[in-house]
């Protein structure tokens, strides 16, 4: 099984609104993206929009139901209730729920599952009541897969920035790569599905594949974002989806 790759449209979303102009197009960007081969895109709308933009959203759902109605839709975020109106309002495939405190710049940390998971479970079945799939985005850890499937999850999506990090240490990849590995085999042993995200890269990505058999799907922003200065969106599309076939 390939994993599938979804395209965060966040860091474009981010260079947009450096000016108030509407390029780059964010629409026309996440088009680019699927017709490339994404199979699906990802935002995570915070509360101040300084990345994607509230307004953003019906569009991207315009988008994938009139011209590309195979792809997914998914948005990550904390669950407050704002949050949760946006994805009623727009109807995700996908929402991948984060602990993210409202000034962080980006997802740094997974969910303490079981510390939250009175917090957690009937944000989850509510979501699930819709046909939404949820995912749980957690640290590498081998009893998180469980914990999130008690939780009733559908997926976990694992924190790989540590391993991201590690792009001049190969030593400390691998090290990190067990972890990951590790904490995906506990979630095929528990029968839930494996997301990734995080500082992934066409260079560190076939290591993670091969790691991580039972891979599902990996989102991806700043690292497709900053191979396309060079290659162009479509042509980093095709070299993440070449990246995930190894």
Do not use: C
Not at 2 to 18: E, F, G, K, Q
Not at 114 to 133: S, V
Not at 159 to 171: H, S
């Amino acid at each position: 099984m390939t994993a599938s790759l979804s395209a965060n449209l966040n860091a474009i979303a981010m260079l947009r609104n450096r000016r108030d102009l509407p390029w780059p197009n964010i629409i026309g960007i996440g088009r680019i993206a699927l017709a490339a081969g994404a199979s699906g895109l990802t935002v995570h709308p915070r509360p101040d929009e300084r990345h994607i933009r509230f307004a953003d959203l019906p569009q991207i759902r315009a988008l994938i139901d009139d011209e590309f109605p195979q792809a997914e839709f998914n948005i990550e975020g904390y669950p407050t209730r704002e949050f949760l109106e946006l994805v009623a309002k727009n109807e995700p495939e996908q929402v991948t729920l984060v602990p993210d405190d409202p000034t962080q710049s980006t997802s740094d940390h997974g969910w303490d599952l079981k510390r939250h998971a009175d917090f957690l479970l009937p944000i989850i079945r509510n979501l699930k009541t819709t046909g939404i799939r949820v995912s749980l985005f957690i640290d590498p850890d081998p009893d998180a897969p469980q914990a999130a499937k008690d939780l009733e999850a559908d997926r976990i999506e694992l924190y790989t920035g540590p391993y991201g990090a590690m792009y001049d240490d190969p030593n400390g990849a691998l090290i990190e790569l067990d972890k990951l590995a590790e904490t995906a085999s506990a979630a095929a042993e528990a029968g839930i599905g494996v997301n990734a995200g995080h500082d992934l890269t066409v260079a560190n990505l076939p290591a993670l594949v091969k790691k991580v058999p039972n891979l599902v799907e990996v989102s991806i922003g700043h690292g497709l974002t900053a191979d396309a200065l060079i290659h162009g969106i479509a042509g980093s599309v095709e070299r993440f989806l070449n990246a995930l076939k190894v």
